[in-house]
């Protein structure tokens, strides 16, 4: 009575599966729609999202607005489109710094387990976690000045721990694992090892973990901009949309729906995708669900 | 009386057949024992019988336990036969008893949730069954928690908690497989003692023909999810009108051929002199440092040419500590390991890359020894990374293709992924890549163990056939001393990080001079041995 | 004895009359709940510039010689009267009787002495010194009269000693008044929840007419949209300067609430780097004023409330000169203004502090530029990081900021001021209306000011920063106005 | 366990002193002057500088960071540049509105995610599990900020059952005070509870796979008494680590839900103080809060050791 087998997943049997999960499926439409209307708003938009029209204000949703008009006069369905744009750019900026550092470090930290340098980047870490990240934030952006790029670094200095821990806590148990040792007598040093054998084996953790700080990112960015700290005027942001049309609350309640919407669509996609791949790459799940 | 009859059980999960046809009985006072290879659907049979299967789980047929229909049964009467009138134990010592209770209080909760006794009262009931099971209070006090006790000691908390209402039915699934022979022949004893005392029937699933024998009174054999053959023990084993029976007979007891070729004269290809291994331990308090463990006490061994050396011991006695050791995978305390008369330490910068070529490894586990994302050729091919100049292209291709051949595989598996293979296709594929650079010395770590007994035969008669043919010495290190019996020339019984007795299989086989020794070779089931009895029963250790 | 009872029973008698036709049910309200955007740092408004700290204590708590009333009149305080001696150089002040201090301690010359004197020295933490510059010297001639010399005449000098940082205060308190304020005012301090409210208590020994209202509520609510839903909640009674003018016309359709538009003394401009190039080529900033839309800033920030000017003086004021015409929205204008300067894609940095009125118009003249291709580069700051970047280190193009202080054009001869002008022929006019004491002259010198800085394009003028407030429909007494910062609550009484 | 402890204490120490460093450098190259801020844009220079050496601004960095430090140590956290009252005193005032605001946010978010996770993990895949998932991955998704401007649409503006927001103090009444926090802590607990009722779900599933489970069941314990009586208390160990991480967050993660209720809480003192270059009360007020996130992280290592007793004896 062995273990059952971790790993037969072939590519096949996984689109196979993909296609039977509707949390995944609905998660990959969302999460295509926002991408695609940001990529779309580079090429067209109904209208300018930065003219204003201030005698067309606050007007409600009609065939020529879809989503209506901003205190401005500014087309909301053009706006959101170029927001996308804006919260996606600096979400998977922000995720990749914190991929780009984080799993090197905890790599390292894990190849070189108990030296000096794993004590220093898990203090680090440490260090970052127990700073109440969104008042540091605004600390950064307060020192740099607002705007997208340190919106940018202020949401990426928050996930390298994120990924530093967790590919050093996964990559701990893969070197335990027997194809590493096979490795070892192979010969191969530890670098070469923890590039060939334990990243790509990450490489799940890592897609899984990456779609939920994408989404965590999607709604630090929709903070920070709603305090005034992310992309500045005119460039539109769904988290400034939000916090501009705050007063409007009560007189057009549009104003807030819409930029709400896109942020809670957009990041219950995500969640969604992140879920059902990580269902779809545990086949203990996959099991009981087919 | 009949305490369990199943008759015509058909069951599916999904839309898999798991199950066709089983029909068992099993009479009060009576062992039952069920054989059969990993998914032949013998622990499903006993999931079936407690109705804690799976959910996606559809049956057929009738299950009647003590005269019950269990398929009647509401889910409130089934857990009241639960624990009252059946009960099981699993394989898993470790893992079975909940970590966050005392083992008192789990064995409680039996008397308690079937309304026995009241608190205090289930209590001493709990204190009194364990003393039945070898836990006396004074000994193993009933306020410990489950993390504080040995695997051995788990698994008599499991029999105190399925034994505490006296159940009719009692089943044991693989409950020894997780254990040391020792541990094993005192528990076997225990449940043999207990079904005697209580007359309760008792269903037996192992995948070990030996322990099988010694135990029930009658096997049945499984394949497949079907009962191939059934019978009363021995009249069932000297029979043997089965074919598949036949196959795992002799399966169990195979030896493989072998015509070694022992160089005494040249320089050894491993020699080990007083290694020494040690393992921090936690600080006792801030001003006093714990002694280090030493996991590996100043061993000393010599593998020549061609020769295979086995190395048997109970877990937890530093075999696989000293394999690293020897591996170069982990760094010595003392003592000194010479590889072709060179010496090989991973001290500095570790062992010289050409040096490494000369040992390679064969680990456990079928499943968790490749990289899952690597398609075989890349799999196999990963030591010429030892050598100074790797063959390329067509010479390559030739010898990934030729070593893959070598293990009973086609050059065409190269292009597969790991997942596309078997626990014994996989088991060779390890072969191969330790053999694809010629080593002089092959570390085998349990490179049995996980394996069912008629693909056990196949790879151990590969391994012989390789080692005889290439002049290969293996290192063979295994807790199972009949597998180390079949395919070793000389053999080190290694107990608490020392050797304690060394010499050539068949001696220490036949004349076993330590004392632990002994007891290992006592405790081992011998399937012989258990059919030559008159009655099945094993001396007491 | 006998009198007072008189009183009392005719008052009575008319309250009854007067309740049994007009107010069946209960005695007026006589607490209030004011709201206000920011919290004061500190109620010393001898030792801080926020406007929140006078918004809260000037009046209420704190009086000075003279002081401002509702529509910008300066008339007596403290002094009852004064004399103003030929040269203008000397003000003799004559100290209303019966005065204390809300300790109990009485009020004379010496306080006001004290007060001048600890305003105008070396050390002094007075965010206003210059309101003091002129001071000679200050003499305590007897316990009811000060005399104070000036080094020259000032026409202003009264208007300047109405300001909040001139108030009086006593020596013995005077070191705790940030957190302890203790004035001669209506209104005596109470308590301050930080970061929520300040609350002040009717002063039972006022020296003049007893205040309607026991008690007053400052509550501090920074957020626009939690300060409506506060006022709609019921939760402040009045919310004077309203941060969100877009809520107003909920607020003017719901019978339970009046809204106040008034005026403040708050210029709103954008404000232009003089002396950095290419802004100091007087083409440009003539194009970047013609470009500018100012109906469509007033409607798209304030939704319609303000006043468009063209030039850096309040309409409101009778001096006032309309030069709105002279830098009329005219792109075509612009572009040829542009054109002229031979510029072409001008990419100029717009630093927008926090209120709604810069970040709202910025992003609107921003988008007005575009039109004529200059591009605004957008960065919001905080005002300490404007005070940092643009008001001291200069480093700007182009900022939005409205001059709340009455009276102030005569930053434009300012030395060294964070928009650059200091045009020596603005400076003899400002130096001339100074030593001017003659109304009919000051006010041709003032129109000629005016016309200077509107001529030299100096800023964008926009508009006059309305004061638009919100409060309970039965609330009488609240100023429209905003002469200077504040929140007289002397008259404040509810209606039933 | 003692020597355990005696470790993570001086880890901890070393946490805030590592902590109270960069703080301290942030705040030192944040551009502006608080002294210039305070006063304001016609102020004097004279005035201004004057100013400055009366808080201590004119001072070398290394003396003024070794000053907060001794001062911190012993217990004093200095004066407020702006208010100019002790910083302990600001932050005890707002401590009371934070911390009870926190554990209320705690306490709502501990009731829902309990029952709706462990509810879900007993009928796993069945339509209410789904249903509460669905809701939980909606909860999740939403901006707090967002969902609190329409809490006060609602409740506040529109049906006029709460008030939009402020704090009467609670000298008003306890319960007045409470009511006052009510709506601001749904708006801090409904993502957070969506987050626990999901740990708690998969980590009771992944308990309800263990061996001692099924144990359980084979001895005649009903799916639920296993499951109150054996996976509750193993699973719990991860929600354990959720909830500690959750007050840390809820202490300081309230500024914007300060804001949008106008409460005076921690978080918006300190917002407030970035935007006064208040820059002693955000050092401290920041390092208060390293603190608290270090301690509760220590109290959930004890915790873990109450509810496990593997950890009670020896842990590295």
New interface residues.
């Given amino acids: 009575m062995s273990a059952p087998p971790a790993d037969r997943n072939a590519e096949g049997n996984f689109l196979g599966a993909a296609l039977r999960h509707p949390a995944f499926i609905a998660g990959l439409v969302l999460t295509l729609l926002f991408v695609g209307a940001a990529l779309l708003s580079y090429l067209w938009t109904p209208y300018d999202p930065t003219r204003l029209d201030i005698a067309a204000k606050l007007q409600t949703p009609t065939s020529g607005h879809w989503f209506g008009t901003d205190h401005f006069g500014r087309d909301i369905f053009s706006m959101l489109m170029v927001g996308a744009r804006v919260s996606i750019a600096v979400a998977i900026i922000a995720v990749g710094i914190g991929v780009s550092l984080g799993v090197p470090l905890g790599l390292y930290a894990a190849a070189h387990r108990g030296s000096l340098l794993d004590e220093v980047v898990m203090r680090g870490n440490d260090l970052i976690f127990a700073f109440p990240s969104l008042l540091l934030a605004i600390l950064i952006t307060a020192v740099f000045g607002p705007g997208a790029v340190n919106a940018i670094i202020a949401i990426g200095i928050f996930n390298i721990p994120v990924f530093a821990r967790l590919s050093r806590g996964a990559a701990l148990s893969l070197w335990t694992r027997e194809f590493v040792l096979a490795a070892r007598v192979a010969g191969k040093g530890r670098a070469r090892i923890s590039v060939e054998h334990i990243l790509p084996n990450l490489m799940n953790l890592l897609i899984v973990q990456g779609t939920i700080q994408f989404s965590l990112a999607v709604l630090a960015e929709a903070a920070l901009a709603y305090v005034g700290l992310g992309a500045q005027p005119p460039l539109p942001s769904w988290g400034r949309m939000l916090a501009d049309a705050q007063t409007f609350i009560s007189l057009a309640p549009h104003l807030a729906l819409f930029p709400g919407l896109a942020i809670v669509l957009t990041v219950l996609g995500l969640n969604l995708l992140g879920d059902g791949l990580r269902d779809l790459h545990d086949p203990r799940l996959r099991r009981a669900r087919t | 009386m009949s305490v369990l009859s199943v008759r015509n059980l058909d069951l599916k999960i999904g839309r898999i057949p798991i199950l066709e046809d089983v029909d068992l009985t099993l009479d009060a006072g009576h062992i039952l024992g069920i054989v059969g290879e990993s998914g032949s659907g013998k622990s499903m049979t006993a999931l079936a019988i407690m109705q804690l299967l799976p959910r996606a789980a559809r049956w057929t047929g009738t299950i009647e336990v003590a005269g019950n229909d269990v398929g009647a049964m509401s889910e409130r009467a089934l857990c009241t036969m639960r624990g009252r009138d059946v009960s099981m134990i699993f394989q898993e010592p470790m893992t079975a008893l909940n970590p966050v209770h005392t083992i008192g209080d789990q064995v409680a909760e039996v008397v308690r949730i079937h309304g026995e006794a009241g608190r205090r009262h289930a209590h001493a009931r709990a204190i009194e069954v364990l003393g039945r099971v070898g836990l006396p209070p004074d000994r193993v006090a009933p306020d410990r928690y489950p993390h504080e006790l040995s695997g051995g000691q788990r698994q008599r908390v499991a029999i105190a908690m399925a034994i505490a209402l006296r159940p009719k039915l009692l089943i044991a699934d693989e409950p020894t497989t997780a254990l040391d022979v020792t541990t094993q022949a005192q528990i076997l004893d225990l449940l043999r003692k207990l079904v005697r005392e209580d007359g309760m029937g008792m269903m037996f699933i192992t995948h070990d023909l030996a322990v099988v024998a010694g135990l029930a009174d009658e096997v049945a054999v499984m394949k497949k999810g079907r009962v191939v053959e059934t019978g009363p023990t021995r009249q069932l084993f000297r029979q043997m009108r089965h074919p598949y029976t036949r196959a795992l007979f002799t399966a169990s007891a195979h030896v493989p051929e072998r015509q070694p070729r022992i160089e005494t004269a040249a320089t050894p290809v491993l020699e080990v002199r007083d290694v020494v291994r040690d393992y921090p331990r936690p600080r006792k308090n801030l001003f006093q440092a714990q002694a280090p463990f030493r996991a590996v006490d100043h061993v000393s061994l010599t593998v020549r040419a061609g020769e295979n050396v086995g190395l048997v011991g109970e877990s937890g006695c530093g075999k696989s500590t000293l394999a690293r050791a020897i591996l170069a995978l982990e760094a010595v305390q003392a003592g000194e390991i010479h590889l072709n008369g060179k010496a090989f330490s991973s001290a500095g910068a570790g062992p010289d890359i050409r040096q490494r070529a000369a040992a390679q490894v064969v680990f456990q586990d079928p499943y968790g020894s490749f990289n899952p994302r690597h398609r075989v050729r890349r799999l196999v091919s990963e030591p010429f990374f030892l050598m100074p100049e790797s063959p390329q292209d067509a010479d390559r291709e030739r010898r990934i293709g030729k070593a893959l051949e070598d293990v009973g595989l086609t050059a065409g598996d190269a292009d597969k992924y790991i997942h596309e293979f078997s626990g014994g296709q996989r088991q060779r594929i390890a072969i191969a890549r330790a053999l694809i650079i010629e080593p002089s010395l092959i570390v085998l770590d349990e490179a049995v163990s996980a394996l069912d007994v008629s693909i056990r035969a196949q790879i151990l008669d590969l391994l012989a056939g390789l080692s005889d043919r290439l002049g290969l010495s293996y290192l063979f290190i295994s807790h199972d001393l009949t597998v180390v019996r079949a395919i070793t020339d000389r053999v080190l019984v290694m107990q608490a990080g020392r050797i304690v007795e060394d010499g050539s299989t068949e001696d220490i086989f036949h004349n076993p001079r330590h004392p632990y020794t002994r007891s290992l070779l006592a405790a081992t089931p011998s399937l012989a041995a258990a059919l030559d009895e008159p009655s099945g029963e094993t001396v007491e250790t | 004895m006998t009198n007072f009872k008189t009183v009392t029973a005719t008052v009575s008698a008319v309250a009854l009359i007067l309740g049994l036709a007009t107010m069946p049910s209960l005695a007026a309200q006589t607490d209030i709940t004011v709201g206000m955007q920011l ?1 004061p ?2 109620l010393d408004p001898t030792g ?3 406007a929140a700290i006078d918004e809260v204590v000037y009046a209420n708590v704190f009086e000075g010689l003279t002081r401002f009333t509702a529509d910008g009149e300066v008339v007596p305080a403290l002094a009852e009267s004064w004399d103003i001696s030929e040269d203008g150089l000397t003000y003799t002040f004559h100290l209303r009787d019966g005065v204390t201090f809300h300790d109990g301690s009485s009020f004379d010359a010496e306080d006001v002495k004290f007060s001048i004197d600890r305003a105008r020295a ?9 309101l003091f510059a002129d001071i000679q010297s200050v003499e305590a001639v007897d316990a009811q009269t000060v005399k104070i010399t000036l080094s020259q005449p000032n026409g202003l000098f009264l208007f300047n000693m109405a300001w909040g940082d001139a108030v009086i205060v006593a020596p013995e308190t005077a070191d705790t008044l ?2 302890d304020p203790v004035g001669t005012g209506p209104f005596a301090f109470a308590t301050w ?4 409210s300040v609350a002040l208590e009717k002063y039972a020994e006022y020296w003049g007419e007893a205040p309607r209202l026991d008690k007053v509520t400052f ?8 300060a ?3 006022v ?2 019921g ?1 402040v009674d009045a919310y004077p300067n309203f941060p ?1 003018p ?2 107003l ?2 607020f003017k359709a719901d019978p339970r609430f009046t809204v106040i538009v008034g005026s403040t003394e708050g210029e709103t401009i954008l404000a232009m780097n003089n002396k950095k190039a290419p802004l100091d080529d007087i083409k440009i900033r003539q194009a970047i004023s013609h470009a500018i839309d100012r109906q ?1 800033i007033i ?2 920030a304030l939704f319609g409330y303000g006043t468009p000017i063209g030039t850096h003086f309040a309409p409101h004021n009778p001096d006032y000169v309309d030069l709105t015409g002279q830098s009329a929205h005219d792109p075509e204008m612009a572009r040829k203004l542009l054109d002229e300067a031979g510029v072409s894609d001008l990419t100029l940095s717009l630093k927008l502090p ?1 209120p709604a009125y810069a ?2 118009g ?3 003249i ?2 007005q530029l ?1 039109e004529v291709g200059i591009t605004a580069e ?8 404007w ?3 643009v ?2 280190a200069k480093n700007f193009d182009l900022t939005i ?1 409205s ?1 709340t ?1 009455p009276m ?1 054009i005569g ?1 434009y001869a300012r030395d060294d001021y964070y928009f650059q002008y200091a045009d020596a022929d603005f400076k003899a006019i400002l130096e001339e209306l100074n030593k001017t004491t003659d109304p009919a002259n000051r006010s041709e010198l003032l129109g000629k000011a005016q016309r200077k800085i509107a001529d030299d394009a100096v800023n964008a003028y926009l508009f006059q920063l309305p004061r638009t407030g919100v409060a309970n429909a039965k609330i009488m007494g609240l100023w429209p106005n905003a002469p200077t910062q504040a929140n007289d609550m002397t008259a404040v009484y509810w209606v039933d | 366990m003692t020597l355990y402890l005696l470790r993570r204490l001086l880890s901890l120490s070393l946490t805030l002193l590592a902590a109270s460093i960069v703080v301290f450098l942030v705040t030192e190259i944040i551009p502006g002057d608080p002294a210039a801020f305070m006063m304001g844009i016609n102020a004097d220079p004279a005035a201004i500088a004057a100013l400055r050496s009366e808080l201590g601004l004119d001072q070398p960095v290394a003396f003024r960071y070794l000053n907060w430090i001794v001062g911190m140590l012993q217990g004093d956290f200095g004066q407020s540049y702006t208010y100019r009252v002790p910083v302990s005193e600001l932050v005890g005032d707002r401590i009371a509105v934070s911390l009870p605001l926190t554990l209320y946010a705690l306490a709502l978010s501990t009731l829902i995610a309990f029952p709706a996770g462990v509810f879900a993990a007993s009928r796993r895949n069945a339509p209410g599990d789904i249903a509460i998932m669905g809701v939980t991955q909606l909860g999740v998704a939403v901006p707090n900020f967002w969902f609190a401007m329409l809490l006060v649409l609602l409740f506040a503006i529109t049906l006029q059952w709460f008030s939009a927001g402020g704090f009467p103090g609670w000298d008003a009444g306890v319960l007045v005070a409470l009511k006052s926090l009510t709506l601001p802590a749904i708006a801090l607990a409904l993502p957070q509870a969506s987050i626990l009722a999901r740990v708690m779900r998969s980590s009771l599933l992944d308990t309800l796979d263990e061996d001692f489970v099924r144990t359980a069941r084979a001895k005649g314990l009903s799916r639920s008494q296993a499951l109150w009586g054996h996976a509750l208390r193993n699973a719990l160990i991860p929600v354990l680590t959720i909830v500690g991480l959750q007050f840390s967050f809820l202490l300081a993660g309230g500024i914007i839900i300060e804001n949008v209720f106008y409460l005076p809480g921690l978080g918006r003192l300190v917002f407030q103080a970035i935007s006064q270059r208040d820059l002693i009360v955000v050092r401290s007020v920041i390092i208060l809060l390293v603190f608290a996130v270090v301690a509760v992280t220590f109290l959930v290592d004890i915790a873990y050791a109450i509810a496990d007793p593997r950890l009670r004896r020896q842990r590295r």
Avoid: C, Y
């Avoid at chain 3, 070396?122 to 210059?130: G, R, V």
């Avoid at chain 3, 929840?193 to 929520?196: A, L, P, R, V």
């Avoid at chain 3, 957008?378 to 990081?385: G, K, R, S, Y």
């Fill in positions: 919290e740092p500190n801080g510039a926020a070396e050390d002094s933490t007075n965010a206003q010194k210059a940030a957190t929840t930080k970061g929520d509550k501090f609510i920074p957020d626009p949209t939690a409506f839903a506060a709609m909640a939760d969100a877009e809520n016309e909920q469509a409607d798209g926090p970040r709202r910025g992003e609107i921003a988008a575009k957008i960065t919001n700051v905080e005002w300490a990081q005070l940092e970047d008001f001291k900021v001059h202080e102030d930053i």
